[in-house]
């Protein structure tokens, strides 16, 4: 049985923020999530989304630790990163799945952190952290990507919105015109506004995390 627990732990969440946590505000349509590759938790992950009511309703991307994989990992080219986005693009143009949320998950005692990490004084600290310490580290590098995938959500946004303004101008007066590529014009917008994106950490038993809450805000729920 998985325990998930919110704390009012960290800095303010990238924009879009969420009022509330993930259980008062829940995803109501599908789901991007990023988490690491480890083996260990795979079916307490899937218990966590289930518990969102999110079976089935998300797309998943694994990668050697997480949030800190994507962005540090393989330089100087950080083709993870790239991939990470792709993902998030082909879902949301290509594969038009309805996502207004982005999870990115992290867990205790991870090896890529360990092992991994590029900056030796964080990889030492990491190798002799404690739980706070250790989460202290997670929340770092999941607040920095939040911001990048917030960025690269409102610059999708705002691409669209050129192409409709160039769509509603190529048209002219031509009222047949517009009918025809209006919808999909908007639809493209919409696809890409109110996406929220939020962040966790997962401990070795289960127990989860949300970092990115609003001020004041504590909860707990069990499944």
């Not at 770092?140 to 409102?154: M, P, Q, S, T």
């Not at 048209?171 to 994106?197: F, H, L, M």
Request: hydrophobic residues 40%; glycine residues 4%.
């Amino acid at each position: 049985m998985a325990k998930i627990r919110q704390y009012k732990e960290g800095g303010p969440p990238p924009p879009p923020h969420r009022l509330a946590s993930v259980f008062d505000d829940p995803a109501r349509n599908k789901v991007l999530l990023l988490t690491c590759m480890d083996q260990r938790l795979l079916d307490d992950t899937v218990r966590f989304m289930n518990a969102l009511n999110l079976h089935n309703r998300y797309d998943q991307v694994a990668l050697a630790g997480g949030t800190m994989g994507v962005q540090r990992l393989n330089p100087p080219s950080s083709v993870w990163q790239p991939v990470f986005f792709d993902h998030l693009h082909a879902a949301i143009d290509v594969l038009h799945r309805q996502i207004k949320d982005v999870f990115l998950f992290e867990h205790l005692d991870c090896g890529a952190y360990r092992y991994l990490h590029p900056d030796t004084t964080i990889r030492d600290r990491y190798s002799n952290a404690d739980r706070l310490v250790m989460t202290e580290i997670h929340r770092n590098e999941a607040r920095k990507f939040a911001w990048e995938v917030a960025d690269f959500i409102n610059t999708q946004r705002r691409l669209h919105e050129t192409d409709f303004r160039a769509a509603r101008e190529s048209c002219g007066a031509d009222s047949d015109c517009w009918d025809r590529v209006k919808e999909s014009a908007k639809q493209k917008v919409d696809a890409w506004t109110n996406i929220r994106v939020s962040y966790f950490v997962m401990d070795l038993l289960g127990e989860v995390t949300q970092l990115d809450l609003p001020a004041g805000q504590r909860a707990a729920f069990e499944r």
